[in-house]
């Protein structure tokens, strides 16, 4: 069994679409795939932190089970973890959204693998993804690749958190996800629950770049992390372009690579959005 864990509201349900099926159709061997989705309601910050629907979670199931009728998706709420251990701590109101730091609860929620791939819901796998998840993580918290621009303002082994390849055992074993959890509470950090990862770590694995390549798609790429960049033309600028914005990924990218997981997602949403008028 392949474990899979992405984080998020019903608002990334695109990213976990694209995604789930970038795995599914990079992936040859036949071993089932679990896909764990943790969600949360908090809707007393923005009008539109909702949860992802059970009829989401069971549209991404099904698609899941057309590859192999073993694949599952479970749903899983941690809304009263989220108010229980975070609610009105220093980083609700961090630069990212108070979605990014669920992941710090995969310790606390009952039936979890003892390894699991997190992936952000920015992410498209371009080779198969048991070239990541076979990694040994024996002895380790976890395993993770450089972050592109951390690496050279931070320091050389400053980690992106955007795949963690979990050796969730060994993790509970540490404490490393109660210390994070811990310092999320006490300090502002600048990149919140990241910054707690890295502080709370005891041991990790550190992973070449084609595992979490956040600028550039190789080759020999496995993940390419849609994540904020830097773009020097025509003018130094950021831009947040993701793997759904179909046509930027064709004309700022100009990535053809994944059409046909794009082609088949537009397709998909499109059949969910009209299912969600017709019902």
């Not at 479970?74 to 990212?96: H, I, M, Q, W």
């Not at 997190?118 to 990541?132: G, P, Q, S």
């Not at 793997?243 to 004309?251: A, C, I, L, R, Y």
């Amino acid at each position: 069994m392949v474990n899979i864990l992405f984080c998020g509201n019903s608002g990334v349900f695109d990213g976990m679409l694209t995604g789930m099926l970038s795995i599914l159709k990079r992936t040859d061997s036949k071993e089932p795939f679990t896909f764990y989705v943790f969600t949360m309601t908090l809707t007393r910050i923005r009008d539109n932190y909702t949860p992802v629907t059970e009829e989401q979670a069971s549209f991404l199931e099904n698609i899941a089970r057309t590859y192999n009728p073993e694949n599952g998706v479970r749903l899983v709420d941690v809304t009263e973890l989220y108010e229980k251990y975070f609610a009105g701590s220093p980083n609700e109101s961090a630069y990212c959204s108070p979605y990014t730091l669920i992941r710090l609860f995969a310790d606390l929620v009952e039936g979890m693998p003892d390894k699991l791939l997190y992936l952000d819901a920015d992410i498209m796998f371009n080779r198969d993804v048991h070239l990541l998840y076979d990694i040994d993580v024996e002895g380790y918290e976890y395993a993770a690749a450089r972050d592109h621009y951390g690496k050279y303002l931070i320091q050389p082994n400053y980690i992106n958190a955007g795949v963690l390849l979990f050796n969730l055992k060994h993790m509970k074993e540490t404490g490393i996800l109660e210390k994070a959890r811990e310092w999320i509470c006490r300090k502002k950090l600048v990149f919140a629950d990241q910054s707690a990862l890295i502080r709370s770590t005891t041991k990790k694995k550190m992973l070449k770049q084609r595992f979490n390549d956040q600028k550039f798609l190789h080759k020999h790429t496995v993940v390419r992390h849609f994540s904020k960049r830097l773009f020097w033309l025509p003018y130094p600028h950021t831009d947040n372009i993701k793997q759904w914005h179909v046509s930027k990924v064709h004309k700022v990218f100009k990535y053809f690579t994944f059409d046909d997981v794009l082609f088949e997602y537009i397709y998909l949403k499109n059949l969910f959005e009209r299912k969600g008028k017709v019902d």
